[in-house]
């Protein structure tokens, strides 16, 4: 069986977050924190399974 690992690509920088067990795990983690990382010059992230882009990039200012 293939563990799927999930992360956030953040961009401009190309840095990223910890590894996270899912999706949902990821996608709660970025509620949690999107301001601080808005707050640290990141604009917009990625979601990423391995390689592979899940969705994005998604702003994380507002409109």
Known sequence: M???TYF???HPSGD???NFDGQGAAEE???AHWRDLA???VDE???MDDTE???G???LHAP
Request: aromatic content about 16%; hydrophobic content about 40%.
């Open 2 to 4: 293939t563990t799927v």
């Open 8 to 10: 956030w690509r953040y």
């Open 16 to 18: 990223a977050s910890d």
């Open 29 to 31: 983690w970025l509620s």
């Open 39 to 41: 707050d640290q010059g």
């Open 45 to 47: 992230v990625t979601l």
């Open 53 to 55: 882009t899940v969705y």
């Open 57 to 59: 990039p998604m702003s």
